[in-house]
């Protein structure tokens, strides 16, 4: 599937919905949806996204999820009976993270915190720790876990899979991944 640049841009300021299994075991939380996952339907579905491929690097799924064209429905099955759910801080599409205003970015908890006590999962990763810093007000917040406002629920802070990220290899995210996965109880 591709999209033209004019064609991406009617999908500005959409959402994608949460992709929220049950039970909720871990939660993946990107900053935002791009205009290529609000076009798809797919979290983190952009081409050259990392974070199915490290998903998968890390042997938390078996297969590896192509979902430029929207979610495959093996894939899509193997995230909800592993109990792999996904998010986002402001669940408005741009096309990139830049564009969202602190205030969006300020309201990102109490969005959390309601999924969080609804769900219950064992563990939540926001994916992006500049975006967690500004988010929950923790502006010297580095990678790991962090302390939890949720009493059953452990709070991790990982690299963003955006191919922008030149900080972060396949490798390197997927060994955070597998152990957030891990604590979750995923593996």
Do not use: C
Not at 28 to 50: C, K, M, Q
Not at 100 to 112: D, G, K, S
Request: aromatic share 6%.
């Amino acid at each position: 599937m591709r999209f033209t640049q004019a064609e991406l841009q009617e999908f500005r300021d959409r959402t994608v919905p949460d992709l929220l299994p049950d039970p909720l075991r871990l939660l993946f939380v990107g900053i935002n949806p791009s205009l290529w996952s609000a076009a798809t339907g797919a979290h983190f579905g952009r081409p050259g996204n990392r974070f199915y491929p490290a998903l998968h690097r890390a042997r938390i799924t078996a297969h590896l999820i192509d979902a430029s064209g929207g979610y495959p429905d093996v894939g899509l099955a193997e995230l909800r009976a592993k109990g792999i759910g996904i998010s986002n801080l402001v669940p408005r599409a741009t096309a990139r993270a830049d564009e969202l205003t602190r205030a969006e970015l300020e309201a990102a908890p109490a969005r959390l915190d309601a999924l969080v006590t609804a769900h219950a999962p064992a563990a939540v990763a926001v994916l992006g720790v500049t975006s967690y810093r500004t988010a929950f007000g923790v502006p010297k917040a580095r990678l790991g876990e962090q302390d939890s406002p949720w009493p059953s629920t452990r709070l991790f802070v990982a690299p963003n899979p955006s191919g922008l990220n030149a900080h972060a290899t396949l490798d390197s995210l997927a060994a955070d991944y597998r152990a957030i996965a891990s604590a979750a109880g995923t593996l």
